[in-house]
Antibody
């Protein structure tokens, strides 16, 4: 059974770079047709799709992030990474990583618990 | 694609029916296959979202059959036929017809 665990930094200041890790167990991140998605949830608000990475290689991003986001995967360590540059208070959110169903890349069937990222001056 | 849910919240008595509506700003049904790219998630307090329904009406393994998803095109519903205490949560619809995948704002379900 796949399990995902996000980890991230302590509080960030505006303009800094956010780096998050998602450790995956129970399945290889580049095995089969694996789409790994990052999603965030601002405090008390809804869900926002950040993007997905396919088999730890090709990535597709939400245009609203204006090229600030980069996703990658380290298959040897079973880890996914998300980097977000030039953060502002609007990037304060709980960040989730999730695995999509193999037959429907947009359907997130397994989620991590999420990690809270706070951006404040 | 903008996803709009209604109502924002509802309270129902235990055992009663709850219905949540979701509308997309354009169709999310594939013209070739007639598959509908619409999911429903449940998010309990302090928890990540949990997949309930995909392809608009297919229940994820392990999801109780009191959760029923319906609809096609741009209008959808999630019905909880007999609300239980453990169903208290926020429910989100999401389209995966085209990127960026987008979510509704959520509907909170409470017990009256």
């Amino acid at each position: 059974q796949v399990q995902l665990l996000e980890s991230g930094p302590g509080p960030l200041k505006p303009s800094e770079t956010l780096s998050l890790t998602c450790t995956v167990s129970g399945v290889s991140i580049d095995g089969g047709t694996n789409y790994w998605t990052w999603i965030r949830q601002r405090p008390g608000q809804g869900l926002e799709w950040i993007g997905y990475i396919f088999n730890a290689g090709s990535a597709h991003y939400n245009p609203t992030l204006k090229s600030r986001a980069t996703m990658s995967g380290d298959t040897s360590k079973g880890r996914l990474s998300l980097t977000l540059t030039s953060v502002t208070a609007a990037d304060t959110a709980v960040y989730f990583c999730a695995r999509s169903k193999s037959e429907a890349r947009g359907v997130m069937e397994a989620w991590g618990q999420g990690t809270l990222v706070t951006v404040s001056s | 694609i903008v996803m709009t849910q209604s109502p924002d919240s509802l309270a129902v008595s235990l055992g009663e029916r709850a219905t949540i509506n979701c509308k997309s700003s354009q169709t999310v049904t594939q013209s070739s296959s007639r598959l509908t790219n619409l999911t429903w998630y449940q998010q309990r307090p302090g928890q990540p979202p949990k997949l309930l329904i995909y392809w608009a009406s297919t229940r994820q393994s392990g999801v109780p059959d009191r959760f029923v998803g319906r609809g096609s095109g741009s209008d959808f519903t999630l019905t909880i036929s007999s609300v239980q205490v453990e169903d208290v949560a926020v429910y989100f619809c999401q389209q995966y017809f085209t990127t960026p995948w987008t979510f509704g704002q959520g509907t909170r379900v409470d017990i009256k």
